[in-house]
Each structure stands twice: as structure tokens, then as C-alpha cells.
Nanobody, 125 residues
Framework: LQLAESGGGLVQSGGSLNLSCVDS????????VGWFRQAPGKEREAVSC??????????YYTESVKGRFTISRQNVENMVYLQMNSLKPDDTAVYYC?????????????????WGQGTQVTISS
């Protein structure tokens, strides 16, 4: 695996976490990168995605996280972050970062180049 996530943990409802994704094999600025999550018994969903650096500023958020989560890039560090604020118990899941050629296909979970192993996020009520 060439993507590695970190930053998960256990926090109380209303708290914050900042997830990090680093790519050891590619230069992330050339790829669309997304955060996905999967909770027990639920399907994987795209939480937030950011297009490659040629389309700076183009992002996607699933409706349930709009206004609470922010995705960003740090190209010098070859990392993508997901700042998660006002966390809710429904945000509990394993969060994965993934990399793809384009934003549209990445949002659909298609044509992915790589996945990370995931980081657990648990929100207590």
C-alpha cells in the first residue's frame, strides 16, 4: 500500500479530529484524492474529495458533512488532510484515503489507483 492514513481516534460528540493521508509512491498533487468511510453494516461512502492541483479549489463534500469537514492539500509535504469539526456519533467509521485520476470517478469510487489501510474514528455521545 502506498497511501497511509493517520489521525483517527476516540473523541466526544462535538469534538474535532484532523486526518492525514500521505503517499509514499506518487506525487499527490497530480491526482484527485478522496476520503471515504465505512461504518459496520453500511456501504462505503465518499466523504470528501479534492481534485488534482491543476484544478485547485475543486472539492466535493457529501451532504452530511458540509460545513463541518474541510479537505485540503499540502503539496510540499505530499499530504492531504481532512479537518473534521463538530463530530457526531454518526461520523463513526473507518476512514480511508484513496487516489484517482479524476474527481468525478473518484467520488463514485471508480478507477482508483490506490487505497490506504484506514484509520478508525469513533465519536462517543
Amino acid at each position: 500500500l502506498q497511501l497511509a492514513e493517520s489521525g483517527g481516534g476516540l473523541v466526544q460528540s462535538g469534538g474535532s479530529l484532523n486526518l492525514s493521508c500521505v503517499d509514499s509512491g506518487h506525487t499527490l498533487r497530480y491526482y484527485a484524492v478522496g476520503w471515504f468511510r465505512q461504518a459496520p453494516g453500511k456501504e462505503r461512502e465518499a466523504v470528501s474529495c479534492i481534485n488534482n492541483s491543476d484544478y485547485d479549489g475543486q472539492t466535493y463534500y457529501t451532504e452530511s458533512v458540509k460545513g463541518r469537514f474541510t479537505i485540503s492539500r499540502q503539496n510540499v509535504e505530499n499530504m492531504v488532510y481532512l479537518q473534521m469539526n463538530s463530530l457526531k456519533p454518526d461520523d463513526t467509521a473507518v476512514y480511508y484515503c484513496a487516489e484517482g485520476a479524476g474527481l468525478a470517478t473518484l467520488i463514485l469510487g471508480k478507477s482508483l489507483n490506490a487505497w490506504g489501510q484506514g484509520t478508525q474514528v469513533t465519536i462517543s455521545s
